[in-house]
C-alpha cells in the first residue's frame, strides 16, 4: 500500500473516531450539566478527560495540530474540575459546547477534504486558551506550557490490553495508540458502509436470479405438460383399428409414442431437481440477505444523536424548560433509513420547542409543570417502523393556520385534521417573526419530502391544550420492498405495500360524479377515483365500462386515500429497489425501479406524490364512461293555439320531422308549461284567450328559466303594426298563415335551434 492510500484510509479511521468523541462529549456534557450525583459526576468527568485526550492523541497521529491543540486546553480545563480546582457553571458549559462544535465543523471539513484555515476552531482555540488562562490565574494555578502528564486511560469493563508482540508494530489501521483493546465478550470489525451497500445490493441480485430461475422452472413445466398434452392427442389418434397393411406405420406411431413418453419423464425429474434446486437456492440467499440486513441493523437511539442537545439550545435561547426522552432506543433500523430520518427527527423536536412548547411562566398559567417533555419513540408495525415526536405544549393553533392560508389564497378546509395538515406545505409557517428556528418558511415540508423519499409518510395528530404529536411511518428497510405490481397503459409499475390499504373490484353502479369528480361508493364515505395512467400522464384514459367489473388500488398517505383505476394486478413480490442513477432527474412519481424476472423493469411510485397530484386535478372528470351510444335527445317543442285543428296539424308536422312535441291549449297553459319544463322552442298562435301570442312571448322573456327560449309564432295577421308588436314582445320569427308553408317552417326552426 502506497503513502497516499495509507493516509487516506487512515484519515478516514480518523473521522469515524473524531465523531465518536464529539457525541461522547455531548451526551457527558449534557448528562452532566444536570447536576448528578457525585458518583455519576465523577464518572462523567473522568468521561470527558478520556474523550479530550483520546482524541488528542488521534489528532496527533495524523498531523491535524489545531485539534491537537484544542484538545490539550480541553483537558486542562476538565483536569481542574476533576481536581476540583474549577466549579462547573454556566460559563464552563457554553465554552465546552462550543468547542464540541467547533471540532465537529473542523471534522466535516476534513471529510470534504478543506483546510481549516477559516474553520471557526481556529477563532474559538485563542479564546479557550485565555478562558483556561484566566481560571487558572484567578485562582492561582501554574498553567502548563509543554506537554502535560501523561495519565492512566481507564479501560472500560470487559476489556484487556493485547501488546504487540516483540518486534512488532500496530498498523495504523489498527489504531492510533500502540495498544489494541479487545472485548472479552465479543469483538468487532469496523466495514465501511459502502461495503455493506454493495453486499446489499449483490444480495438484490441474488433475488432477482432465483426468481429468473422460478421463471425457467415454469416454463419447463409447461413445456412437460404440452408434451404430454401431444401424447394423449396422438394416443386417441392412432387407437382405432388398422388396416394389416397399416402395421408397418403402427409400429412407427408407437415407437414415436414411447419417445414423447420417454421425453415426458426426462423433463418430468428435470423440472423436480430445477424446483429442488431453486429451493436450495432461495434458503441460501434468503441466509446471506439476512445477514447482511442484520449487519447494516443498527438502533434507532443512533438517529437521535445530537436531539438531546438541540432541546437544550433552542430552549435556552428561547428562555424554555424542556427535557427530552428517548423511547425504544434499542428498536433495530436499516442504516440508510436511519440516515435519511436524522435530519427530520431533528428539525420536528427543534420545531417542538420553538412552535410547541409554552414559555414556564404560560405553563404555570395552564396548570402545566414548567419544565416541558418531548418524547421521541420508535415502535416496529410489521415491515415499518412508526416514529413518533410527542410535545405536552399548547397543541395546534388551527385558527393561525387557517388566517395563513387565506393569506396565500389557499382553500381553507373544513375539516380540522386535513387543516392541520396544511403545514407540510411548502413555504408555510406561522411564525409570527424570523428566528434561527423558524419562520423562514423552510418548514415541515422539508421533513415529509425528506420521509417521503424513503417511501414513508408523515402526519400530526394533536389536542389543544395538551399537546402535538408527529408520527413518521418508514420501512424497516429501503433497498428490498415488498410491492403491489399494477398495468396501466400498457406499462408495469410498483407499489409499495405499506401505502396499499386494499385492492377493490368495482363496477360501474359503484361510480358516481361528485362536484364534477369522480368517486367510489363503497363502504364508507365516497372515494376519489382516478386513473392511474392519466395520473402519471400518458395519453391514455382509462375508461369506466358498465358491463365489466374494474381494478382500483386505494392508496393511503398522511390521512390521505385515493382510488387508482388500473387495468391489471400482476403480482406481489419481494423487489430489489434500483435507482434511476444521475443522468435521469427525479422524477415526481417515480422513487426507484426494479428488474423483473421477465427482464422487463417496472418503475417504482411514490404513492404519497400520486395522491396530491390527484387530489389537485381539480373539477376535470378524472375517468370516461364507456357506454353503449344513445340516440341523441330529440328537441322538444311546444305547440300553442286554441284551435284543436290547428294543433294538430302543426303537431303532425313537427313530429314527422322528428321532434318530440307537447300543445298547450292557450296562452296562460303555455306560460306554465314553459317556466315547469323543459323546451327547447315554442310554436305559438297569436289570437288567444287568458294570453294572447303577444303577451305569452313578453312574459316569457320576464321569467329566468324561459327568458332565452325561442318563439315562432304564426299568426293570421299580417300587417307591419302586428309584426313590429311581436318584434316588441320578444319573438324570434313571424310566419303568416295565408302563405303557410311547412318547409319554411322547418327551415326557420332548424336555424333557430
Known sequence: MDKRELTKRLMTTYLDELDEHVRTLNRDLLALEKDPAAEQRE??????????????????????????QVCHVLEDLLASVRDSHR????????????????????????????????????????VLKEFERGAAAGLGIDVPVGEPATTAR????????????????????????????????KTTVRVAAEKLDSLLAQAGELLVARQRLELRVDELESLRDAVATWRRQWRRRTSAPLEPSSMEATDAHESLLQTALLFERELDHLVSRARDDVQYLGQVGSAIEDDVHRARMLPFAQACDGLERAVRDVAESSGKRVQLELRGGDVQVDRSVLEGAKDPLLHLVRNSVDHGVELPSQRREAGKSEQATIVVAAVLRGA???????DDGCGLDLARIAARARQQDMDVPQDPAELARLIFLPAFSTATEITGVSGRGVGLDVVRSQIEHLHGTVDVAFQPGVGTEFILTVPLTLTTIRAILVKAAGQTFAFPTNNVERIVRFDA????????????????????????????????????DPAAKMLAVILKSGGQRVAFAVDEITAEAELTVKSLGPRVRRLLHVSGATLLPTGDIALVLNSAN??????????????????????????????????????????????????DVAVAADGRQALDMATNRLFDLIVSDVDMPRLNGFEL?????????????????????????????????????????????????LNVISELL
Not at 61 to 68: H, S
Open 610 to 659: 400520486l395522491i396530491r397530484t390527484a387530489a389537485g386535478t381539480g373539477g376535470r372528470l378524472t375517468v370516461a364512461v364507456k357506454e353503449t351510444p344513445a340516440a341523441p335527445r330529440k328537441k322538444r317543442l311546444l305547440v300553442v293555439d286554441d284551435s284543436v285543428t290547428s294543433r294538430t296539424l302543426l303537431r303532425s308536422i313537427l313530429e314527422a320531422a322528428g321532434y
Open 87 to 126: 466549579a462547573l457553571g454556566s460559563d464552563l458549559f457554553a465554552m465546552l459546547f462550543k468547542a464540541a462544535d467547533a471540532i465537529e465543523e473542523a471534522g466535516m471539513r476534513l471529510r470534504e477534504e478543506q483546510t481549516l484555515d477559516e474553520a471557526p476552531l481556529v477563532q474559538l482555540l485563542p
Open 384 to 390: 415499518n417502523v412508526e416514529i413518533s415526536v410527542r
Open 154 to 185: 481507564t479501560l472500560p469493563p470487559d476489556t484487556a490490553v493485547v501488546e504487540p508482540p516483540a518486534g512488532q508494530t500496530v498498523k495504523p489501521e489498527q489504531g492510533v495508540v500502540p495498544r489494541q483493546f479487545v472485548s472479552s465478550a
Open 43 to 68: 464518572k462523567l468527568i473522568q468521561s470527558l478527560f478520556r474523550a479530550a485526550h483520546s482524541l488528542k492523541g488521534a489528532s496527533r497521529a495524523v498531523d491535524i495540530e489545531l485539534i491537537e
Open 697 to 745: 312571448t313578453a312574459a316569457l322573456r320576464q321569467t329566468s328559466t324561459a327568458q332565452q327560449l325561442p318563439v315562432v309564432l304564426v299568426t293570421a295577421r299580417g300587417g307591419n303594426d302586428d309584426r313590429t308588436l311581436g318584434v316588441q314582445a320578444g319573438a324570434n320569427a313571424y310566419i303568416i298563415k295565408s302563405g303557410f308553408d311547412q318547409t319554411e317552417l
Open 509 to 544: 353502479s359503484q361510480h358516481a360524479t361528485i362536484g364534477g369528480r369522480s368517486v367510489l361508493l363503497l363502504d364508507e364515505s365516497p372515494l376519489s377515483l382516478t386513473g392511474l395512467a392519466r395520473t402519471l400522464g400518458f395519453a391514455q384514459q382509462w375508461t369506466l
